[in-house]
């Protein structure tokens, strides 16, 4: 069965640094649609970055130029390097995957699945 396990979460200053991890297992990451999303208190599930499966990534505007998403096929794990933090970035950031997705841009009640989400607190 998928499973997705996120990791990398914890507590930074204003213009720090942090990387996520999610490890993945049940299926192989090089043919699903993944992205990161987060949600912060008393808000929607916000898509953060998703990788195509080509390899092409697409990133919300809020975090374009600070943010990157990859994926690393050898270790079947998805990753999100996040720089310049700002405390709007607060939120639990969850990883998503799809098979059968068309768009990888899609919002995260159509993906298939999902992890437990790691915290992320960014403190002015």
């Known amino acids: 069965q998928v499973q997705l396990v996120e990791s990398g979460g914890g507590s930074v200053q204003a213009g720090g640094s942090l990387s996520l991890y999610c490890a993945a297992s049940?299926?192989?990451?090089?043919?699903?649609?993944m992205a990161w999303f987060r949600q912060a208190p008393g808000k929607e599930h916000e898509r953060v970055a998703s990788v195509h499966r080509d390899g092409s990534t697409t990133y919300a505007d809020s975090v374009k130029g600070r943010f990157t998403i990859s994926k690393d096929n050898t270790k079947n794990t998805l990753l999100l390097r996040m720089n310049n933090l700002k405390p709007e970035d607060t939120a639990m950031y969850y990883c998503a995957a799809d098979r059968v997705l068309v768009y990888c841009n899609s919002a995260w009640g159509s993906f298939g699945y999902w992890g437990r989400g790691t915290q992320v607190t960014v403190s002015s």
């Open positions: 049940g299926y192989s990451i090089g043919s699903y649609c």
